[in-house]
């Protein structure tokens, strides 16, 4: 059975450890909410959330797709972890899917199909890059494999 105080506590501790994520989450879901509708920008940011998650697991379990590494744990007694993948990181993914496809909606205009997607998935792309590995953020709390080093 989950213990919802606990839980609750470890999402309170999570707000106080990464509040950044949670004005990213606002800046995130105020224009989402105008351009795409509530249901739809929740619907972005759950299935970003959902694919991310999976896409982290599965990179600290076998190293597909992001090569392998896993979490320290170092935190995991002040934020919330889902299994061994800390909350924050899988719900920061939807802010940088979304601001990759504005970007490309605003490069290309109206034009959609596999243009808007490549460019998306290219500034997206960089923008992980730059966040994680190029822009050293990192942190303490993951360790890279000797493979991928």
């Known amino acids: 059975m989950v213990d919802i105080s606990a839980w609750l506590s470890l999402l309170w501790g999570t707000v106080l450890l990464r509040p950044y994520v949670f004005g990213f989450l606002a800046a995130f879901l105020t224009p989402a909410v105008r351009d795409l509708g509530g249901r739809r920008a ?70 959609a199909g596999a243009a808007q997607v490549l460019v998306a998935s290219w500034s997206g792309g960089c923008a992980a890059c730059c966040r994680s590995v190029g822009g050293n953020c990192a942190g303490p709390w993951i360790v890279w494999s000797a493979v991928d080093l």
């Open 42 to 111: 929740a619907g972005f940011l759950g299935w970003g959330f959902a694919v991310a998650f999976v896409a982290e697991y599965t990179s600290t379990r076998i190293g597909v797709p992001f090569g392998l590494y896993h979490y320290t744990g170092e935190t995991a007694a002040w934020e919330l972890f889902i299994a061994n993948v800390p909350f924050f990181d899988a719900l920061s993914f939807p802010f940088l899917a979304y601001a990759a496809w504005c970007l490309a909606r605003w490069d290309l205009g109206n034009t």
